[in-house]
């Protein structure tokens, strides 16, 4: 499997745009049917770094407040020792350490595997958002600062109709400094990540490409991390799902 790298969204688009590209990436570029892809060719260009219409979406999922888990422990410096004063009374060790230590990791990181089907529509994939979304929200609540990735895994069919190469693409919408920027999210978990932009990274950098690109499939198994990958998340039941599965 070949794999690419992006730290943004700014570097992938401009990867994507400055590859000289095929005959087969100029009629992609070109491509403008907002009823697959998602968008028009206009919007997607104009929405590259946010989609506010995802974020009015997003407002009609359940409520984003996160109450922090009081089942999480963290050492505090103010932390001391009590008293067991049965044990003080029988003369025996009496002090008890009520320091506490803290559980959690100091990082996480989130992938979203945008390939899906070619029926996926952007509700379901807002689906996908939300789940990344209330994870991140839930985790850095609790102290854990978390980067999330769109990520791309398809395999390749070529112009005489067979697989190719596979290839992974990640890209990191949010690093674990960042805040969470939920435009950037709502348009990088998208049809159109995957029909406009990620095709013509593919069109772009591989030349023996059919008109059909190829095929989505899951994500490398050697990703650690929180993986919400192809055919997960997709409505807002098993998004919850998910959410509540989530251990850390």
Not at 189 to 194: D, K
Request: aromatic share 10%; proline share 2%.
């Amino acid at each position: 499997m070949k794999r690419h790298y992006f730290n943004s969204l700014r570097e992938f688009y401009a990867d994507t745009a400055n590859t000289v590209g095929s005959e087969n990436y100029r009629e992609k570029e070109a491509y403008d049917r907002a009823s697959w892809v998602g968008l028009s060719r206009a919007s997607a260009l104009e929405n590259k770094f946010s989609y506010p219409v995802g974020v009015e979406k997003l407002n009609k999922f359940a409520d984003f407040a996160v109450t922090k888990d009081e089942r999480v422990k963290y050492w505090s410096s103010d932390d001391g020792f009590e008293i067991d004063i049965d044990r003080m009374l029988e003369d025996m060790d009496f002090l008890l350490s009520t320091r506490k230590i803290r559980k959690l990791p100091k990082t996480a990181d989130i992938y979203i595997n945008v390939s899906e089907n070619c029926d996926v529509g952007y509700q379901a994939m807002l689906c996908k958002s939300y789940a990344a979304i209330k994870i991140a929200d839930k985790l850095e609540t609790l102290g854990v600062r978390c980067a999330i990735y769109a990520c791309a895994a398809i395999a390749i069919r070529t112009m005489d109709g067979n697989i190719g190469d596979t290839i992974y693409v990640e890209v990191a919408v949010k690093q674990h400094a960042d805040t969470l920027n939920l435009g950037a999210l709502c348009t990088a978990i998208s049809p159109w990540m995957l029909r406009r932009w990620m095709f013509l990274f593919i069109t772009g950098h591989y030349f023996d490409v059919g008109r059909s690109i190829g095929s989505a499939i899951r994500l490398p198994s050697d990703i650690k991390g929180i993986v919400i990958d192809h055919g997960m998340c997709l409505d807002q039941i098993t998004a919850n799902k998910f959410i509540e599965s989530i251990k850390m």
